[in-house]
Each structure stands twice: as C-alpha cells, then as structure tokens.
C-alpha cells in the first residue's frame, strides 16, 4: 500500500530564504507526483505536476524535483515571501489507469517577514 | 470563470441526522472527488465518479452516500451511521483519459457536529 509521508510538519523562515520542502512515497510505481498549495480555509491550488518519467518541473519561484527510485521528491522555493505561507501537500498518483492520489499530510509553512 | 462551487461553506449536523453536501463544477471534467481532510492530515477519498450514473467507494465510503444524476454535480450525503463526521470535506473533478491533468478543487464545505 502506497504511503507518502511529509516532514517536517510545520516550518518557520525569515522572508527572503530559500527552502525545501519534502515528501517521501513508499512505492516507486508511481504514475505522476503533485505538489499542491492550500490556504487556510480554502481548498487545493495544483502548483506542479511531474510525470514520472521526468526529473524536474518548474514555474517560477518553484521547482519540484522527483526521483523514484528513492521514492522522494523535493518542492524548492526560491526567494521566500510572506504571501508564500501555507500549507504545501504532495501527492502521488499509484499507477497508470489509478483514479485515485495518496496524499502526504502536509507542511503548514510560515515565512516571518 | 470555470470552477468547482461548494456550498455551504459551513454545515452543523445534529444527531441522527442526514446532510448533504453540494458540489457542482462548470468545467466540463467527467471524473469528480469527494475528500475528507482532518486536522493535521491529508486528504482521504470517499468517493470518486468517472462518468454519469456510476461511482466507485474509495477508501474511507462507509457511513456517506453519492450520486452523479448529471455530469456537472456530484452531492455527497453524510448519514447518520457516520459517527465521526466533524471534518473539511473537499469536491474535486479532473478530465478522464489524461492522468498527468491535474486535479481541480473547490473551497470546501466544514463539517461540525451541533
């Protein structure tokens, strides 16, 4: 049974910072991985999406990189901003034909101004 | 603007008593997601529909019902026999057919038990 899991929980930086979050899954049979963007309150914003056949994707300041066989991605933020606070969710899509996506329990992030 | 619309935003449920939630989306997705979030955790899926008139259970369907009478709505009813259902429960739809589209969301409807 696919698992990710995202550590730490909650992290904390000076504005400005550059930083990395991750997510570890425990099956590399993967179809494609998600990093999602929620504010309190709200729903998911889909931030990127990496087949798995990729390494990387990027838009913007972000840059989420994957590699399977160590069943670990990373989501790295450049330049950090206070608008950047919230909680950043990866998620992983099992297989080919998978409707479904395990999602890890996120990262509640806060950047001090 | 296209979109997935989740109402009401907050919803109180006394004992023994049926609710349901809406969702509808204009974006033209066959597939739609109904998602539980509890504090500190991440999404589970209730159910899922891939096409009007069929559903599947996802991990956690016990105690909630749907059903996908037309391809843009997909009401999610939480029944008496969900005893734990205090939680943010989250609507989402996404195409069928290309798996690397990512899925949509809607702003959630709060859960909490009066």
């Known amino acids: 049974k696919q698992e990710v899991t995202q550590i730490p929980a909650a992290l904390s930086v000076p504005e400005g910072e550059n930083l990395v979050l991750n997510c570890s899954f425990t099956d590399s049979a993967i179809y494609n991985l998600q990093w999602f963007r929620q504010d309190p309150g709200k729903g998911l914003t889909s931030l990127l999406l990496?087949?798995?056949?990729?390494r990387e994707q990027t838009s913007g300041r972000l840059n989420a990189s994957l590699d399977k066989s160590s069943g670990r991605s990373t989501l790295y933020i450049a330049a950090s901003q206070p608008g950047d606070s919230a909680t950043y969710l990866c998620?992983?899509?099992?297989?080919?034909?998978?409707?479904?996506?395990?999602f890890g329990q996120g990262t509640r992030l806060t950047i001090n101004p | 603007d296209g979109g997935i619309t989740q109402s009401p935003k907050y919803l109180f449920r006394k004992e023994g008593q049926n609710v349901t939630l809406s969702c509808e989306q204009n974006?033209?997705?066959?597939?739609m997601y109904w998602y539980r979030q509890d504090p500190g955790q991440g999404l589970r899926l209730i159910y899922y529909?891939?096409?009007?008139?069929?559903?599947q259970k996802g991990d956690i369907a016990e105690g909630y019902s749907v059903s996908r009478e037309k391809k843009e709505s997909f009401p999610l009813t939480v029944t008496s026999a969900q005893k734990n259902p205090t939680a943010f429960y989250l609507c989402a739809s996404s195409m069928v057919g290309d798996l690397n589209q990512p899925q949509h969301f809607g702003d959630g409807t709060r859960l909490s038990i009066l």
């Open positions: 529909s891939q096409i009007v008139n069929d559903f």
């Open positions: 990496i087949q798995s056949s990729q």
């Open positions: 974006l033209n997705h066959d597939a």
């Open positions: 998620a992983v899509r099992p297989h080919q034909g998978a409707q479904k996506l395990v």
